[in-house]
Nanobody, 127 residues
Framework: QVQLVESGGGLVQAGGSLRLSCAASGRTFSINSINVMGWFRQAPGKEREFVAGINWGRGSTYYADSVKGRFTISRDNAKNTVYLQMNSLKPEDTAVYYC?????????????????WGQGTQVTVSS
């Protein structure tokens, strides 16, 4: 099993920035089985949606159109940690943000294709 723990959420004004972190832990064998990590978000009354993903080995990334150019996903292999730098935040970015991990090698956008999930961290952007 892999445990994912998010941190870094909070309240920010529109145009501001936040950085989310997600630390992965578990047995070495389980950690090494992870190929992709990513972030999803879910606003009240809406479905969980893909935000960004990163291939753990190659470092390749993929973003939802709604955040492209504003958000940056990165990873620190030594710390088993993935980050989401969010700039130029908008009120519509308000949601609970979830860290996720996948054993399959390709970044996927459907939430059902991920194997592990964190508890989520609230991001609120005020206008």
């Amino acid at each position: 099993q892999v445990q994912l723990v998010e941190s870094g959420g909070g309240l920010v004004q529109a145009g501001g920035s936040l950085r989310l972190s997600c630390a992965a832990s578990g047995r070495t064998f389980s950690i090494n089985s992870i190929n992709v990590m990513g972030w999803f978000r879910q606003a009240p009354g809406k479905e969980r949606e893909f935000v960004a993903g990163i291939n753990w080995g190659r470092g390749s990334t993929y973003y939802a159109d709604s955040v492209k150019g504003r958000f940056t996903i990165s990873r620190d292999n030594a710390k088993n940690t993935v980050y989401l730098q969010m700039n130029s935040l908008k009120p519509e970015d308000t949601a609970v943000y979830y860290c996720t991990a996948r054993k399959a090698p390709a970044i996927a956008t459907p939430w059902g294709q991920y194997d592990y999930w964190g508890q989520g961290t609230q991001v609120t952007v005020s206008s």
